[in-house]
């Protein structure tokens, strides 16, 4: 009313008034801000930037892409979906819906069009800068120093980086020798073959030049992928992640051992992920994790053995509710560092109560486990069998490496490790004759066994690495000897190859060796555990006759389990060697651990995969210690 009182003059007087004062005000703005930028040479927006995206260092912008939380979601901030999305400074991209995006949470970015620009800008310059080096280093990543320290403790907690490689690209490149070399060839020649004839099937079958199915998930592929890293194998690899970026789903109707799954493709995708820094293995690491978890919906939490990872279901083998005790516990390298990456504490908390529930059982013996244990009662069952070999492994493994990967702080893991030693040292220790070879034996109810699987060779490199981390030096010697031992049950075979399991003689007896080997038992599936030791063993002594011995191995590999057309293949008998007898199976750890194996142990070089960084799963897939030494 009062508007319409006034004369047109005085109206236009009020309207010229407002005016100035806005145009005042914006230059007044304007010249403040240009007056502080010429003070610390930041725009007033930058300046915010930096105090408003978490992470987000302008001057020194992370290498690889941060991880995005796993509820981080950007349906929530519906103007930040307007923009073009900045993309993670590395030039190998899988489909746009499986990149990991920056952690934009901020509720003060809902309002500030302006800012989310500014960031993109400098997301924008970040990557121009970054993707002029990124091409990273093809070996040995380096883990950088403020790694996360803590296992995740809150429901969520901030995502985790991947190894960088950053000071790798600094170093000069260790030589690769004649012995790596072969080993090159040798997985180039594997590779040909699983290419040629089982292209994303799980193993080769190099004699009917076909392939056989597992899971049905490309399981030979997944688990050579960061072979093929450490190698040098560009070209393979990128040849792979095209495979897995185009057709690796893991949305099938289809049963998959847990423990299986969990250290070939779960491990697998993990280092994969951690070497190259593409957002695409961590993707799919979470993808098949979150596919898994039905398997620990038991009533005692202790997992069933096998998941349909298409219809979510769990259950136990159909003859028994029982799981192997290896199995329940040698999932928890991969688990506890996928909570590590994604900040979801779920995967970790299922596999650690595993672990302490473990730690409270009765049925042990001085540390020792029985082979299996129950789904609904949480139990051991058949009590009184004690092995290092199969179905209880790598539960000893995995308890050394759990505590090495966590920064040697959980207690109970060492306690349990260092009693199942002193375990295996009352009960499972004897020497055999003539060589007096230190093996170890099996306990059944009482009675001592003299058989030995070529499983329990993962032994000797364990032990090594206990002895490294600090823990008792007689580990150490016994190491020493346990190596000595696993070499001999190659040396003393027609083929050089070791056979799956052998029996020791105890007292000398005329013409007799120390191994003698069963008609059931003369077979090589081209396992890795003696490699395995032999590399742990030259890294910690730099004692060249496990150089030597690890080649002698290659040579027979390359004798009697060669096939010409492609790949290798598992053989039936060991001690013919005019007719080794291929079973026509290479099994998808000769690439990912066997041949791995080898190349580091042939390497001079401490930072291919330094163990001060890095802890191998089961299936030799390097996963970041939180707490580097
Ligand atoms: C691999 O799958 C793993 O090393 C596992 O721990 C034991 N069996 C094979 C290799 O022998």
Redesign the pocket.
């Known amino acids: 009313k009062k508007w319409k009182q006034l004369s047109r003059l005085q109206r236009s007087v009020i309207l010229f008034l407002f005016a100035f004062l806005a145009v005042c005000g914006v230059i007044s703005y304007t010249s403040m801000g240009e007056a502080w930028k010429s003070l610390t040479n930041k725009s007033l927006d930058d300046q915010r930037t930096e105090q408003e995206i978490p992470g987000l260092k302008l001057a020194n912008p992370a290498v690889l892409p941060a991880p995005q939380k796993a509820d981080a979601n950007h349906g929530d901030y519906p103007e930040l979906s307007l923009q073009k999305q900045p993309k993670p400074p590395h030039i190998r991209r899988g489909p746009s819906n499986l990149q990991i995006k920056a952690p934009w949470r901020d509720t003060r970015l809902r309002t500030r069009h302006s800012t989310i620009r500014a960031v993109e800008e400098v997301v924008q310059a970040n990557k121009e800068e970054k993707t002029e080096k990124s091409i990273i280093s093809w070996r040995g990543a380096v883990i950088e120093p403020d790694q996360s320290t803590e296992p995740p403790s809150s429901k969520i907690k901030e995502p985790e980086k991947p190894s960088s490689v950053e000071a790798e690209d600094q170093k000069e490149p260790v030589p690769i020798n004649e012995r790596q070399l072969a080993v090159i060839e040798a997985f180039r020649h594997a590779w040909r073959g699983y290419k040629d004839f089982a292209w994303g099937h799980d193993e080769l079958k190099p004699l009917s030049k076909s392939y056989s199915e597992w899971f049905g998930l490309g399981l030979t592929l997944i688990d050579a992928l960061d072979t093929m890293w450490i190698l040098g194998l560009k070209e393979e690899f990128e040849e792979a992640r095209k495979w897995v970026a185009n057709n690796l789903v893991f949305d099938k109707n289809v049963d998959v051992n847990l423990f299986e799954s969990t ?1 070939r493709i779960l491990g697998g995708l993990l280092s994969t992920y951690h070497l190259s820094g593409d957002s695409l293995f961590l993707e799919k690491a979470k993808d098949i994790g979150n596919r898994l978890m039905p398997a620990f919906k038991t009533p005692s939490k202790i997992p069933y053995s096998d998941v349909n990872i298409g219809r979510g279901t769990a259950h136990p083998p159909r003859w028994t509710s029982d799981s192997t005790v290896a199995e329940v516990t040698s999932i928890q390298l991969e688990f506890r560092e996928l909570s590590r990456l994604t900040g979801d504490e779920k995967f970790q908390k299922a596999v650690d109560e595993v672990m302490k529930h473990v730690h409270t059982l009765s049925g042990k013996n001085d540390g020792l486990v029985p082979m299996f244990i129950n789904t609904n009662s949480g139990q051991f069952t058949h009590l009184g069998v004690y092995t290092l070999g199969a179905r209880a ?2 539960y000893y493994e995995y308890l050394l490496k759990q505590w090495i990967q966590g920064g040697k702080k959980e207690n109970e893991l060492l306690e349990d490790y260092m009693r199942a030693m002193e375990g295996v040292k009352k009960h499972l220790l004897q020497r055999s004759a003539p060589k007096k070879l230190t093996f170890v034996g099996e306990l059944a109810h009482g009675h001592f066994s003299a058989k030995m699987d070529h ?1 329990v060779c993962f032994l000797p490199g364990t032990l090594a690495l206990g002895a490294h981390n600090g823990l008792a030096a007689d580990h150490m010697k016994l190491a020493e000897a346990l190596i000595e031992t696993c070499y001999q049950m190659y040396a003393q075979v027609e083929t050089g190859l070791s056979p799956e399991i052998v029996h020791f003689n105890l007292h000398a007896q005329e013409g007799h060796k120390d191994v003698e080997i069963k008609p059931a038992d003369r077979h090589n599936l081209l ?3 003696t490699v395995e030791s032999l590399f742990y063993m030259y890294r910690f002594t730099g004692d060249k006759k496990y150089q030597d011995w690890g080649w002698e191995i290659l040579q027979n590999f390359n004798k009697y389990t060669r096939v010409p057309t492609g790949g290798y293949t598992s053989i039936n008998n060991v001690q013919n060697p005019s007719n080794p007898e291929p079973r026509d199976k290479m099994e998808s ?1 000769f690439l990912g ?1 066997t041949l791995k194996y080898m190349f580091l142990l042939f390497s001079d070089d401490i930072d291919l995969i330094n163990l001060d960084k890095y802890v191998f799963n ?2 030799a897939h390097p996963l970041p210690i939180w707490v580097p030494a």
Do not use: A, G, H, Y
Request: glycine letters at 0%; hydrophobic letters at 25%.
């Open positions: 250290i492994d790598s499983l396992r890795p555990e750890f651990e089961t299936e």
